[in-house]
């Protein structure tokens, strides 16, 4: 697996996440109580931004159409809802984060 450096850990506050990219790769990452997660930027329902979504704990919530992930697994908290039609959603793909030297750093194949 190669390891990318994305931002220092000092950049991302407990209780925020950051739209990254790595080599190519759209990522939000999250800081949930000082230790960060990767998931895929886009909803894996229809593709929006998750990053312009509401976080708190550590589930994030698509602004599109409210399906709910966890950052720490990527796990469907909630299934997407267009008006009385409920969906199924994917879970969000997730990526491996270390920390080296204040570098947080995401791995990707």
Do not use: W
Request: aromatic share 6%; charged share 20%.
């Amino acid at each position: 697996m190669n390891y990318h450096t994305v931002i220092t850990a000092n950049d991302l506050q407990p209780g925020s996440m950051k739209s990254v990219r790595a080599a190519g790769k759209d990522i939000l990452l999250a800081n949930v109580n000082g230790v960060f997660f990767a998931i895929a930027r886009k909803c894996p329902h229809m593709g929006a931004n998750l990053c312009r979504g509401k976080f708190v704990g550590s589930v994030v919530t698509c602004p599109v159409h409210g399906a709910a992930f966890d950052v720490t697994d990527g796990q469907v908290i909630k299934d997407p809802k267009l008006l009385f039609l409920k969906m199924k959603a994917k879970n969000a793909k997730t990526f491996s984060v270390k920390v080296v030297d204040d570098q947080v750093l995401v791995g990707l194949e």
